[in-house]
């Protein structure tokens, strides 16, 4: 399976769980710790903030669209402020990537 592959089979999944988790943060968090225990963290963090952008701009506005596009908001931010604690407080030999390698200032033309 290609990273694409891999990157959209877990926003199928990551939409799968905000639907079923009908805006419940617990019952988001109780399926997404389902997930297989190596995926990663950054993954399902981009994959709720696609779910995101996705249900805002492709649905019409809804209660249903609205619902799950704010959980799945409200979800990657906890996410990621769970995995910055961790980062910080347990560094690994393994480094994070860090803004300077992303190359941020340099023109993409």
Known sequence: MTYDDETNALFERVLEALAR????????????????????????????????????????????????????????????????RIEAEMPSTRQPVRLSEMALDRDNG
């Open 21 to 84: 988790a009908a805006g419940d943060q617990a019952k988001l968090s109780a399926l997404l710790a389902h997930f297989p225990a190596d995926t990663r963290a950054m993954a399902v963090i981009r994959g709720l903030l696609t779910a995101d952008t996705s249900l805002r701009h492709t649905f019409t506005a809804g209660e249903i669209a609205q619902r799950d596009s704010a959980l799945a908001g409200r979800a990657a931010l906890a996410l990621a402020q769970i995995a910055d």
